[in-house]
């Protein structure tokens, strides 16, 4: 009976260390990963910090961002630049017709996603028409650069009080390609 | 007493003492363990819990929409940087229309400009073909002059220019710096 008390007290010491081997592992499995994770929530913390602040700049760069966006044109809307291009030139009085329509692609445009609208535009009215029209030209709300003007004077109709003036233009307009 | 009972009987007490001593050692660990073991449970839990709660911590700043917005916003940055870089070239450049309202404000009555042209060499320098009709050579010298002075430009006339002496048909280039 005395015997049986003592292999039960060893059979259950026995028992009680196994738990205990267990449970060392367990805590130094589950320490580790709490560890683990700590660090990576406090570099996610950091993280989330920086990008409060990438946030907060952004949301003030934002009207600026919105303005340098505005001088390209977005891709697709080459057909509304090419209307406001007649609209400005019919409001000065011009007979315009657009000759060509072309994508001017390179490689260092095309590296930051950028080609070039290239507009052939035609033109007939008077001096002061055709002169109006090529302010407003390198007035537009976009980033232009003019390459040929040729402004020719036509007396064919001498009958015409007003002398007219054909012109051509070939302007180039900064376009997004994404 | 002890040193009363035979051999045998002194063997086997001894014995029984020895597993009585055993019996109350182990059972003291065994109470001793079992108290630590109990101590240390409320721990196992708390620290379970901390790791879940870790784990959620992690899960959410993992999450792909923190870093989509993240990379969103860098290339955002990098992309309008980009824009910039073209959009701040030859920002001063002075404009066309200036050019062409100085020359027309120069021409008198006796010259008429029949032919504008500008061409555009380079992103710094273009020439602008002036052609027309000049009364007399001195209209011409006259009116070239103004525009070499106002313009601070050097201009070749062409002598062949200068064969008839009235009503000349001239041409001639201006490289400019538009």
Do not use: H
């Amino acid at each position: 009976m005395k015997n049986k008390l003592l292999i039960l007290n060893i059979a259950g010491f026995l028992f009680i260390v196994c738990i205990f081997i267990f449970g060392y592992f367990s805590f130094a499995d589950n320490t580790k990963s709490l560890k683990d994770f700590n660090q990576k929530v406090l570099e996610g913390s950091k993280k989330k910090e920086q990008i409060s602040n990438l946030q907060a700049d952004f949301q003030k760069s934002k009207e600026d961002i919105d303005l340098v966006n505005s001088v390209l044109v977005p891709k697709g809307a080459e057909v509304s630049v090419i209307e406001y291009i007649e609209n400005v030139a019919k409001g000065v009085g011009l007979e315009v017709e657009i000759n060509s329509v072309n994508i001017e692609k390179i490689d260092i445009l095309t590296a930051n996603n950028l080609s070039n609208l290239v507009l052939n535009i035609k033109t007939k009215g008077s001096w002061k028409e055709v002169f109006n029209f090529l302010g407003l030209l390198e007035a537009m709300p976009y980033k232009s650069e003019i390459n040929k003007i040729s402004l020719v004077y036509s007396n064919d109709d001498k009958n015409k009080p007003i002398s007219l003036w054909e012109g051509i233009f070939v302007v180039k307009i900064l376009k997004k390609n994404e | 007493m002890f040193n009363v009972l035979t051999e045998d009987l002194r063997e086997d007490l001894k014995k029984k003492y020895k597993s009585r001593f055993l019996t109350l050692l182990f059972s003291i660990c065994n109470f001793i363990l079992l108290v630590v073991l109990a101590s240390l449970i409320p721990s196992y839990f708390i620290l379970k819990a901390e790791k879940v709660n870790l784990q959620i911590q992690v899960e959410e700043l993992d999450k792909n929409e923190i870093l989509d917005n993240v990379l969103n916003i860098k290339k955002v940055f990098k992309e309008t940087n980009n824009y910039l870089n073209f959009l701040s070239a030859n920002t001063d450049k002075p404009y066309i229309y200036d050019f062409v309202a100085d020359i027309s404000n120069i021409k008198n009555p006796s010259i008429q400009i029949k032919d504008i042209m500008f061409n555009r060499i380079n992103a710094t320098s273009s020439i602008v073909s002036i052609q027309g009709v000049a009364l007399n050579r001195e209209a011409l010298v006259s009116f070239v002059k103004n525009i070499e002075n106002q313009k601070k430009l050097k201009i070749d006339v062409p002598v062949s220019n200068f064969a008839k002496d009235k009503n000349i048909d001239f041409s001639f280039d201006i490289k400019t710096n538009i």
